[in-house]
């Protein structure tokens, strides 16, 4: 079995192939930042067969040397994890054009260009994708209009996808809330995360989202005992989209 995981290298990404590396999978992680991918690469070894590509899902270039990397490394591929994403700030009306195509670049064009280029290989094995959205696709802060309205369009992407790859390719999208990563970014960046009170009383749970939190469901969607679930979006964060906040 076997999985790629954009956006790897760390965060979600990074929790994620070492979920699916102990569960016996070998996992190429494909991330734009080198240091981070050989490191996390070099990290995991000892875990099963992992590989490591530098890649910009944003360009069609990049993903079809991923295509062809994963596939001259492995025999097939049955599980695709369209991670990767990036975000920008400031008032809209600061917003350059320039910053949106890039942030829909990555977020959305890359997950449908990954989508496109493994679609063969994914029919093949009758394998899955799974698309990590976010909660901004559902609800929103001040400026955040690009990331928001890619991750909307994930979550369509996604039911879109599940039509067109059916029955062959189960397409299935996470929205993760939030979920602390401090712990699971690159050496040099690493901290320890501390969360008030206040920040764990948002959520139903007690507490803000753990990687591992997404890595679980991922590797269940992944799974056989998911196989009359596709095209659905799973919300996962401690309820706090539904949590009534009074301030």
Known sequence: MIAVITGGAQG???AIAQKFLMDGYGVVIADIDEDAGRETAAEYVSLGAIRFVRA???SETDVLRLVSETLT????VDVL???AAIGCGGPVEALALADWDRVLGVNLTGPFLCAKHFAPAL???HG???NI???RALMSEPNTEAYSASKGGMVALTHSLAASLAPDVRVNCISPGW???AAWRKAKDRTTPVHSEADKSQHWVGRVGKPEDIACLAACLASDQSGFITGANMVVDGGMTHKMIYV
């Open 56 to 58: 910009n899902v944003a």
């Open 123 to 125: 029919r093949k094995r």
């Open 73 to 76: 490394t492995f025999d097939g």
């Open 179 to 181: 979920i602390e990563t």
């Open 81 to 83: 994890i369209n991670n």
């Open 128 to 130: 899955s994708i799974i």
């Open 12 to 14: 979600i990404g990074k």
């Open 133 to 135: 959205a976010s909660t």
